[in-house]
């Protein structure tokens, strides 16, 4: 049997030019995908000063430092679904029924209303964002989507790496980060096939009010733009603030929730997002509903093992432990503006909620550094703090610090920048 094959195999005809050494080329998708914080970051000669310990405050990630932990139940969740051993098979790719029903639960509170059919469970909230782009914007038709600056990158990671453009709207520093309304309409055109919203936002710390989000759906409204809403810092919102879901304002433009555990139950490396569908209009009815349904079928969807914990894992979750992590970021927001806000040359932006706070850097004011890279570059060789710089968000003379670390490590990066910034400023 074997030798019949290698037989055959003979017969086929390699031709001259496939001979010589191997090389391979890579897809046009793997070509055109591009990390832009690892490109940003690694032009940045990293050599902290050996005398003093590094106090990182670049990656998005709460659960580094050890001092922020998955609650109780979020664990024994888990626990109980592999004791269960009934969540080792494939599932659905949209996601089991009950998993998906206990998310429709999680958002309805949030005062929109979800039934489990609305609802595609995905490998993190990336995934559910890399789902949605790839089915509303077409390549092939030159489509391009609308995408916040400053904002997380991912969005154009996605869309370029798929052939789709992207364009930049604007955010206004001095107003909260709210959208420049009149820049957003200026970019649309025939071929605009969406609008990417993150509220509340990375990087800015930004919380929209309904006012505001009202005025960006009449916009949507207007030139019938679907929006595709990152609403992955749901909830995680300073007192004072509001969390408002896109969806619950009922506007009938048809909307794309995307949302995950990642952040607010601090499990980023489990891989667990959602796509939720709102469309009171039935807009998405004819192809879209049917189209997240076929791609989430490329890859069979998210994890079993946390589906099978998700309803215990959304519903059981205590509300201490969710004030514990609004009071810890708050508590580290207050002490890095009040710090920061004692140097000369940058200007810390209070966050509305979020793990992030944006600080402008002066330039002017030091020539030294040619720009906010060479900035961050010395800081880190003096100081042994890292932030990364605006670059990374298309924003530069700005750069984005983490909040989620221990107290003592957060007052002693912020007195380290302090120090910094008056060693360097030019009076
Ligand atoms: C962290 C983050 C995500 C990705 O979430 P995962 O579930 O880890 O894929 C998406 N959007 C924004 C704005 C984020 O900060």
Not at 296 to 324: E, H, M, V, W, Y
Request: aromatic letters at 8%; one cysteine or more; glycine letters at 6%.
């Amino acid at each position: 049997m074997l030798d019949q094959i290698l037989r055959n195999n003979k017969k086929l005809k390699v031709s001259k030019s496939k001979r010589g050494p191997w090389k391979i080329e890579s897809s046009s998708t793997a070509k055109n995908t591009r990390n832009f914080i690892r490109e940003i970051i690694e032009n940045i000669k990293v050599e902290p000063n050996p005398d003093k310990p590094l106090i990182s405050l670049t990656i998005g990630d709460p659960t580094v430092y050890g001092n922020l932990k998955a609650s109780n139940e979020t664990i024994e969740a888990v626990i109980r679904a592999a004791e269960q051993g009934a969540h080792n098979g494939y599932a659905p790719a949209v996601g089991y029924h009950n998993a998906r029903e206990a998310v429709a639960d999680y958002l309805s509170q949030d005062g929109a209303e979800y039934s489990f059919q609305d609802i595609i469970l995905c490998s993190g909230c990336s995934s559910s964002l890399e789902m949605c782009i790839t089915v509303l914007a077409d390549p092939l038709k030159g489509q391009n989507i609308l995408v916040p600056r400053p904002g997380f990158p991912i969005y154009r990671t996605l869309a370029e790496s798929i052939g789709v453009k992207v364009k930049y709207y604007n955010l206004i520093p001095e107003k909260d980060w709210e959208i420049d309304l009149e820049h957003l309409e200026s970019l649309i055109d025939d071929n605009t096939a969406a609008l990417i919203l993150n509220n509340p936002s990375n990087p800015c710390g930004s919380v929209y009010s309904e006012y505001h989000l009202r005025r960006i759906l009449e916009v949507a409204y207007n030139y019938q733009i679907p929006v595709i809403a990152d609403e992955i810092y749901d909830r995680i919102v300073f007192p004072g603030n509001k969390f408002v879901s896109v969806a619950s304002l009922n506007s009938r433009v048809p909307t794309l929730v995307c949302g995950g555990l990642a952040k607010r139950f601090l499990v980023p490396g489990w891989r667990v997002g959602w796509v939720a569908i709102h469309d009171q209009m039935g807009a998405f009815d004819c192809e879209v509903r049917q189209g997240l349904v076929k791609l989430s079928q490329r890859t069979i969807g998210c994890n079993t093992l946390i589906q099978g914990a998700l309803p215990c894992i959304l519903k059981n979750s205590p509300q201490n432990f969710f004030d514990n992590l609004i009071d810890t970021l708050m508590s580290n927001a207050k002490i890095c503006f009040d710090i920061l806000e004692t140097a000369q040359g940058i200007i810390p932006y209070k966050p509305q909620g979020t793990m992030y706070m944006m600080v402008e850097i002066e330039l002017e004011k030091f020539p030294e550094f040619d720009d906010g890279l060479k900035f961050g570059q010395k800081l880190v060789e003096e100081e042994s703090v890292f932030c990364l710089p605006g670059e990374c968000f298309e924003i530069p003379g700005f750069m984005r610090l983490v909040l989620t670390i221990p107290q003592e490590l957060m007052e002693e990066a912020c007195e380290r920048i302090v120090d910094f910034c008056n060693r360097h400023y030019l009076f």
